[in-house]
């Protein structure tokens, strides 16, 4: 039997056994799957820097009509990351400092955090813990690239941030049918199976750069080896290996220096730096984090 006989086999038996996993898989195959839609305000900010008629002013006006949004993309101004000599105090000076398509990618990531929500405690708090791994990743991910040439620290910051997006219509359907899920490993298990496939259908519908599609499918493919120059899935990747470094056991992770996407970007990123980076980035980790929650 081959390698992709065994996965149908198995996907054949996990249906049969796992509720959450057969409504999950049936209503994605018929499109009725509840996908999360992108957040007003963001959709807004993105189609203002999308016209070519726009001018900063413009678009400052858009952007302020949410005054948290405003207040964080002045903090991210100031931030490490992007700091310059003078203090930067409005939204116009903001937009101008990050740039357009910086400040976009920004935004869309502080408008993210709704997308993560649900009615039951249970399912609330797992939706809680997915934001707050994201969020994690995607620090990690604005630092890395801010480190390697070539690599947008904002884009990366997004890209970490939607890594496990086709998360939230599974946990999103549970919480709406908690009577199908039988057992503790259901929702594992339906994660594991579907979390790339849906993801896809987000990044696709959200009209997401495509490479970000990479991002999803490959976010814990450890020996993904594509030849290619170096990626945000890449960065992703790295980032995410970085951020179970004390909360999984180590032995069954994957050793840094054997991943093919740590040996692309070894250039810029040497053993000792790479594996230091939660320490000696720390306050720019936790600014962005900050920022995000």
């Given at each position: 039997m081959s390698e992709t006989d065994n996965d149908i086999s198995n996907t054949a038996a996990s249906l049969a056994k796992n509720k959450l996993l057969m409504d999950c898989y049936r209503y994605m195959q018929s499109d009725k799957l509840v996908l999360p839609t992108i957040p007003d305000v963001s959709f807004k900010i993105r189609r203002a820097i999308n016209d070519d008629k726009a001018s900063s002013a413009s678009i400052a006006r858009v952007v302020q009509i949410d005054p948290s949004i405003t207040a964080r993309l002045i903090q991210i101004s100031n931030s490490p990351l992007y700091v310059?000599?003078?203090k930067i105090?409005?939204?116009?000076?903001?937009l101008t400092r990050l740039g357009l398509k910086a400040s976009q990618d920004i935004i869309t990531a502080f408008a993210m955090k709704s997308v993560f929500n649900a009615k039951s405690p249970v399912i609330r708090r797992k939706m809680t813990d997915l934001w707050a791994h994201s969020s994690y990743v995607a620090s990690i991910s604005a630092v890395f690239a801010h480190k390697i040439p070539g690599f947008d620290p904002d884009r990366a910051m997004l890209a970490g941030l939607i890594h496990d997006i086709g998360i939230v219509p599974i946990l999103t359907h549970a919480d709406n049918h908690p009577d199908i899920i039988a057992h503790p490993t259901d929702l594992a298990e339906t994660?594991?199976?579907?979390?790339?496939?849906?993801g896809v259908q987000i990044i696709r519908n959200w009209d997401f750069p495509s490479d970000f599609e990479d991002v999803v499918i490959d976010a814990e493919n450890w020996f993904r080896n594509n030849n290619d120059a170096p990626d945000y899935a890449d960065i992703v990747m790295l980032a995410q290996l970085h951020s179970f470094i004390g909360k999984v056991d180590i032995k069954k992770m994957p050793k840094?220096?054997?991943?093919?996407a740590y040996r692309k970007l070894a250039g810029h990123?040497?053993?000792?730096?790479?594996?230091?980076?939660l320490d000696e980035a720390k306050d720019e980790i936790d600014s962005i984090r900050q920022m995000l929650a």
């Amino acid at each position: 039997m081959s390698e992709t006989d065994n996965d149908i086999s198995n996907t054949a038996a996990s249906l049969a056994k796992n509720k959450l996993l057969m409504d999950c898989y049936r209503y994605m195959q018929s499109d009725k799957l509840v996908l999360p839609t992108i957040p007003d305000v963001s959709f807004k900010i993105r189609r203002a820097i999308n016209d070519d008629k726009a001018s900063s002013a413009s678009i400052a006006r858009v952007v302020q009509i949410d005054p948290s949004i405003t207040a964080r993309l002045i903090q991210i101004s100031n931030s490490p990351l992007y700091v310059g000599r003078k203090k930067i105090e409005s939204c116009p000076e903001a937009l101008t400092r990050l740039g357009l398509k910086a400040s976009q990618d920004i935004i869309t990531a502080f408008a993210m955090k709704s997308v993560f929500n649900a009615k039951s405690p249970v399912i609330r708090r797992k939706m809680t813990d997915l934001w707050a791994h994201s969020s994690y990743v995607a620090s990690i991910s604005a630092v890395f690239a801010h480190k390697i040439p070539g690599f947008d620290p904002d884009r990366a910051m997004l890209a970490g941030l939607i890594h496990d997006i086709g998360i939230v219509p599974i946990l999103t359907h549970a919480d709406n049918h908690p009577d199908i899920i039988a057992h503790p490993t259901d929702l594992a298990e339906t994660v594991k199976a579907l979390r790339a496939d849906i993801g896809v259908q987000i990044i696709r519908n959200w009209d997401f750069p495509s490479d970000f599609e990479d991002v999803v499918i490959d976010a814990e493919n450890w020996f993904r080896n594509n030849n290619d120059a170096p990626d945000y899935a890449d960065i992703v990747m790295l980032a995410q290996l970085h951020s179970f470094i004390g909360k999984v056991d180590i032995k069954k992770m994957p050793k840094i220096d054997d991943l093919p996407a740590y040996r692309k970007l070894a250039g810029h990123l040497d053993a000792n730096d790479s594996i230091n980076i939660l320490d000696e980035a720390k306050d720019e980790i936790d600014s962005i984090r900050q920022m995000l929650a």
